[in-house]
Nanobody, 121 residues
Framework: QVQLVESGGGLVQPGGSLRLSCAAS????????MGWYRQAPGEQRELVAF???????NYADAVKARFTISRDNAKNTVYLQMNSLKPEDTAVYYC???????????????WGPGTQVTVSS
């Protein structure tokens, strides 16, 4: 089994910064794409950013130039640096990774439980 755990969420004032981390543990052979989603109250879950195994990144228009996604495969970790935060960034942030487990040839998607980010003065 593979488990993902996010950290780094919290309360921040508008214009502030937070760095989210998501670490994977378990019997992992290799990773494919890693990403971050968010879900605000009463809204659908939406893609924030993703990063491919080769390092190519993609961002939602709402966070471009403010958020940066990165990964450290050696540490089984994906990060989301969030700058110039706005109240509309308030949401629960979820990480997701596509993983091939040891002894398997199948790509499986795993999700973390989520971490709350609140942007408010």
């Amino acid at each position: 089994q593979v488990q993902l755990v996010e950290s780094g969420g919290g309360l921040v004032q508008p214009g502030g910064s937070l760095r989210l981390s998501c670490a994977a543990s378990g019997s992992i052979r290799t990773f494919d794409v890693m990403g971050w989603y968010r879900q605000a109250p009463g809204e659908q879950r939406e893609l924030v950013a993703f990063i491919l195994s080769g390092g190519t990144t993609n961002y939602a228009d709402a966070v471009k130039a403010r958020f940066t996604i990165s990964r450290d495969n050696a540490k089984n970790t994906v990060y989301l640096q969030m700058n110039s935060l706005k109240p509309e960034d308030t949401a629960v942030y979820y990480c997701t990774m596509n993983v091939i487990r040891r002894g398997s040839n199948s790509l499986e998607a795993y999700w973390g439980p989520g971490t709350q980010v609140t942007v408010s003065s």
